[in-house]
């Protein structure tokens, strides 16, 4: 029997041969199932007249489902697999972090500098900063769409997954051997909680350190605020991220995988996992952060008059906006939940979630 996307037609054939971008995979009953490959990993998946002597690109690892993992000593890059380089491995995961690390202080500092709180500059550059961010990531947005990409635009919606908290750049792959999807998908999904934690240990070490060099101690107020910005500027690519495990498609067997750990069946063996940890991620992420805004706005008319410490808190969610319309942030999380979900609703309509994504 041949399956569904196979080849078949030549004679004598005693095995279906495994057609370019699609993976073939025999059960315990010897019987062959086909898998499509995902979109990052088509080019790894070449036709083949006999699967039973390798169903996989050069650096691909043939046992791992759809070639959806390097072998040894390897990381993915550009929809192919690379060797690593034993003299900077660590390197690239150096650099992300150390920027990072930079851009919370410098987060704090900008949004909280006493010089720049009344300045229109200020309202004006952070407007700006938020509106670039917001673009990049509704651009990285349409990279998680069902949409075949080609030269250039595969490049950019390479570069722009960066703000969908994809370090494929930070070469994973080199410092831990064959790391599991669900670490891959853990070390994405904590960014956001990590986050929060540096700020805490930050403003728990100014209280020490900055005595001793004569500096001013950190605020938790202004602490708290950080965190915040954060958080709404990239509202976009946390809920985006937390939705990763409900984004699943389909194979020609029936079966389908989530699009970004293509080698995770969904509703299959670790699959309830990750839908867990889905859920947790949403329920904190998104939704925790959308009703923890929507009750401070439901409360700042009384609150920012008893309480002066409740505006520098919930700073940015007011400063942009007239005092009159001091809500309307509100309206931009459901704005940006909305697109965040766009790439788990018509999963392989490509031309539907475009439209759904402008609408």
Not at 18 to 29: I, W
Not at 86 to 106: E, S, V, W
Request: hydrophobic share 45%; glycine share 8%; proline share 5%.
């Amino acid at each position: 029997r041949c399956p569904a996307e196979s080849v078949c037609e030549a004679p004598g054939r005693d095995v279906p041969g495994q057609a370019a971008g699609f993976y073939l995979q025999q059960d315990a009953d010897e019987h062959w199932s086909v898998f499509r490959c995902s979109r990052d990993s088509t080019g790894a998946c070449p036709a083949t007249k006999d699967p039973r002597n390798g169903r996989c690109d050069l650096g691909r690892d043939d046992a791992s489902l759809v070639c959806s993992q390097c072998v040894d000593n390897h990381f993915v890059f550009k929809g192919g697999c690379e060797r690593c380089n034993p003299g900077t491995r660590a390197l690239p995961a150096i650099i992300a972090i150390t920027g990072y690390f930079g851009a919370m202080l410098a987060v704090y500092y900008f949004c909280n500098s006493a010089v720049t709180r009344t300045a229109a500059p200020l309202l004006s550059t952070s407007i700006s900063f938020g509106l670039m961010l917001t673009t990049l990531q509704s651009v990285s947005i349409l990279g998680q769409l069902s949409m075949g990409w080609e030269s250039p635009w595969y490049e950019v919606m390479m570069v722009v997954r960066l703000f969908a908290f994809d370090l494929e750049f930070v070469q994973m792959d080199c410092l831990a051997t064959k790391m599991p999807a669900i670490s891959r998908y853990l070390y994405r999904a904590l960014i956001p909680a990590v986050t929060v934690g540096l700020y805490l240990l930050l403003y728990l070490l100014s209280q020490v350190v900055a005595p001793l060099f004569k500096l001013a101690k950190w605020q938790l107020p202004g602490t708290l605020n950080s965190v915040g910005t954060i958080w709404q500027s990239m509202y976009i690519t946390i809920s985006l991220v937390a939705l990763l495990p409900f984004q699943c498609y389909d194979h020609p067997n029936g079966k389908s995988s989530i699009s970004k750990f293509s080698e995770v069946v969904c509703w299959e063996g670790d699959y309830g996992v990750f839908f867990g940890l889905g859920v947790a991620a949403t329920a904190i992420y998104a939704v925790g952060f959308f009703a923890l805004t929507a009750y401070a706005n439901l409360i700042a008319p009384r609150a920012s008059a008893r309480t002066p410490r409740f505006t520098l808190f919930f700073r940015f969610l007011f400063f942009r906006f007239r005092t009159d319309r001091w809500y309307w942030g509100q309206v931009l999380f459901i704005r940006s939940f909305a697109m965040a979900s766009v790439p788990i609703i018509g999963v392989g309509r490509g031309a539907m979630q475009v439209v759904m994504l402008t609408v």
